[in-house]
């Protein structure tokens, strides 16, 4: 795959709320939305993403998910299954549970400071 981990981030999140303007979007991920602004014109050249203007307002500018998401969110999902269990083959089952703990300590803190629904749930249906 030729997504980096903040082009994943990316999608992550449009996949969570539909349109995000690049501002909004880079509060998310703690970059700076210039940094942001060549993340999504190389998602957006490759279809990962597409922007949209607003017929409101023609200034505001969002960001969606594109075509080729739509088109590779299984292949994508299965690439980043198939990875984490290469991650993960080598642990015992007490580190496993460890893990499993800890990681949902993590989505606690994560959903408070992004506020998430409680009805998400983290994997549900791929990135």
Same mark, same amino acid.
């Given at each position: 795959?030729?997504?980096?981990?903040?082009?994943?981030?990316?999608? /992550?999140?449009?996949?969570?709320?539909?349109?995000?303007?690049?501002?909004?979007?880079?509060?998310?991920?703690?970059?700076?939305?210039?940094?942001?602004?060549?993340?999504?014109?190389?998602?957006?050249?490759?279809?990962?993403?597409?922007?949209?203007?607003? !017929?409101?307002?023609?200034?505001?500018?969002?960001?969606?998910?594109?075509?080729?998401?739509?088109?590779?969110?299984?292949?994508?999902?299965?690439?980043?299954?198939?990875?984490?269990?290469?991650?993960?083959?080598?642990?015992?089952?007490?580190?496993?549970?460890?893990?499993?703990?800890?990681?949902?300590?993590?989505?606690?803190?994560?959903? !408070?400071?992004?506020?998430?629904?409680?009805?998400?749930? /983290?994997?549900?249906?791929?990135?």
């Amino acid at each position: 795959m030729e997504l980096t981990g903040t082009d994943l981030m990316v999608l /992550f999140y449009l996949k969570q709320e539909a349109n995000y303007r690049i501002t909004d979007l880079a509060r998310k991920l703690g970059i700076p939305a210039s940094t942001l602004t060549g993340v999504i014109d190389r998602l957006e050249e490759k279809g990962w993403v597409c922007r949209e203007r607003s !017929q409101v307002d023609r200034r505001v500018v969002t960001i969606r998910l594109g075509p080729r998401y739509q088109e590779q969110k299984v292949v994508l999902q299965n690439h980043l299954t198939k990875d984490a269990y290469r991650l993960l083959a080598d642990l015992s089952d007490n580190e496993c549970r460890q893990l499993l703990e800890g990681l949902k300590r993590v989505e606690v803190l994560i959903r !408070q400071k992004v506020e998430l629904s409680p009805k998400t749930k /983290f994997g549900e249906g791929g990135v």
